[in-house]
Each structure stands twice: as structure tokens, then as C-alpha cells.
């Protein structure tokens, strides 16, 4: 396959309303705010197969932002996908946001290849995409000791919704995440790790808003997939306790509002 210089970037979440503002979906939150901000050029989102996706350039270059619409642990399916239509070369114009246990809130890093650290979104991807890809990993920490005031595992605290007094943290990681995005499009990978490998300075006193966000990481999904993305040791569904909504992102173009169809094309 001979690559066409197009970039991907790929966010990795769950999705559907429940999903909205959890941890885990801190990928999709990244790509919503840098298309409503930060992509002046783009089309209208719209659903290529497994995928929702906003087209556009960005200095020139054609980008392709992509939140896969299976559950995390199948976030495979829908880069292969979308690398084999694009003709995309994985190496070298695909990257992949995502959320990070081993990073503290705030922090971002981008790199090329590395394990996973028992992310599934991860582990799928390399199953369907030959070779190393750059990613993008956004800090959400371990979970504290008093989460909830007992003993959760993993799958519970990456569901979990941010609580109020990490939010503002957050949103500068996201904006953070974006900047990055930017110098990874028109430097590479090597500029984005000059410049982004670093913590975002402490927010000043804001408070977070309540909130919705619109965008096409808010689809319904399929059943019977994992939506954590993580290996678990007990049954039952995730628990998904009260917490407060992430700020409103902007809108994306087109007016998506986080409906899509069933893909196909």
C-alpha cells in the first residue's frame, strides 16, 4: 500500500451518554475540543463504518479525526478500518489518544510504541494494525487509596465520572492534548515529544462547569463488548457513581451533536 500522506488521529473511548464523561474517555474529549477549537478547516462529521470521523486540513494536510463507535476493547476493528480506506501509514501519520493510569491528571506525553499497561483499547489496535504508532497518552492517574471510601478495581475507576476538584486540571490537559495534536500534524512526532512531554501549569483557582458535551463521541454503541477496557476479576456490570459533568466543549462542525448512524461508507 502506498501511503497518501493523509493524517490520522484516532480518540479512544466508549461510546454513549453513560460513557460521556468518564475517565476512559478522556481520548474522545481530547479529539472534541481540538475539532471544535482547533481545526479550522474541517467538514461536517459524518460516520465512516465502525467510526464517526471529521475531515478537514490543517496547515495543508489532509487529517482524518476518528472516535472509533465499538467499545474500547474492539478499537481495532475500526483503525484497521480506517488506515486500509485512507491508505494511511501507521508509523508515521497515525496517532492515538488516549487515557493514561500511569500518568498523574495533567500530565500528557507522546510517544512511539511502549506497552500498554493492560489498556485494551491498545492491545486491540496492535492486534489489527501491523507495526508501531505514535500515541498520545493523557494522565488520569491511579486510583487514591479512599476512592469512594473502599477497595474498587481498575474497570470501576476508569468509568468513573472526574471528580469536581479535578476538573480544571483536566480541562487544561485536554488543551494541552490539542496543542500537541497541532505540532504532531505539521512537525512530527520527535517536535511534539520536544514540546508536549510536560505538565501543563496548575489551573488558578477555576472551578469546573456542569454540563454536557456534544460531539461525535457521544453515538450509543453495540452490546456485549467491555466498555472498560480493562481485564476484570469479578462479574457485574461497572459501578457508575454521581459526579459532576465535564465542561461544555465547543461545538463541532456540522452540528453532529453526538448522533450518528449506522456507518456504512
Known amino acids: 500500500m502506498e501511503p497518501s500522506g493523509t493524517k490520522l488521529i484516532l480518540g479512544l473511548g466508549n461510546p454513549g451518554a453513560a460513557y460521556a464523561d468518564t475517565r476512559h474517555n478522556v481520548g474522545f474529549m481530547a479529539l472534541e475540543l481540538f475539532a471544535g477549537d482547533g481545526f479550522p478547516n474541517a467538514g461536517p462529521p459524518s460516520n465512516f ?3 464517526s470521523i471529521v475531515a478537514g486540513s490543517f496547515r495543508g494536510t489532509r487529517v482524518i479525526l476518528a472516535w472509533p463507535q465499538t467499545y474500547m476493547n474492539l478499537s481495532g476493528h475500526a483503525a484497521r478500518e480506517l488506515v486500509q480506506f485512507y491508505k494511511v501509514a501507521p508509523g508515521e501519520d497515525m496517532l492515538v489518544v488516549h ?8 500530565k500528557v506525553k507522546a510517544s512511539m510504541g511502549g506497552g500498554s499497561a493492560g489498556h485494551k483499547g491498545i492491545d486491540s489496535i496492535r492486534e489489527f494494525v501491523p507495526g508501531d504508532f505514535a500515541r498520545l497518552r493523557i494522565g488520569i492517574g491511579r486510583q487514591p487509596r479512599d476512592f469512594w471510601g473502599v477497595s ?15 476538573i480544571p486540571e483536566v480541562e487544561l490537559s485536554l488543551k494541552a492534548a490539542g496543542d500537541l495534536m497541532k505540532v504532531w500534524i505539521r512537525d512530527g512526532l520527535a517536535a511534539a515529544q520536544r514540546v508536549g512531554n ?13 454540563g454536557e458535551r456534544n460531539g461525535p463521541g457521544g453515538r450509543e454503541g453495540g452490546q456485549g463488548e467491555d466498555p472498560s477496557g480493562l481485564a476484570r476479576d469479578g462479574q457485574g456490570a461497572p459501578a457508575k457513581p454521581d459526579g459532576p459533568g465535564m465542561p461544555e466543549a465547543p461545538a463541532v462542525p456540522g452540528g453532529h451533536g453526538g448522533r450518528g448512524g449506522d456507518g456504512g461508507g
Open 152 to 166: 474498587q478495581g481498575n474497570a470501576e475507576y476508569v468509568l468513573s465520572p472526574f471528580l469536581e476538584a479535578e
Open 99 to 106: 487515557d493514561e493510569m500511569d500518568l498523574p491528571p495533567g
Open 49 to 51: 463504518r465502525s467510526s
Open 198 to 210: 510536560r505538565k501543563p501549569p496548575k489551573p488558578r483557582g477555576e472551578k469546573g462547569r456542569d
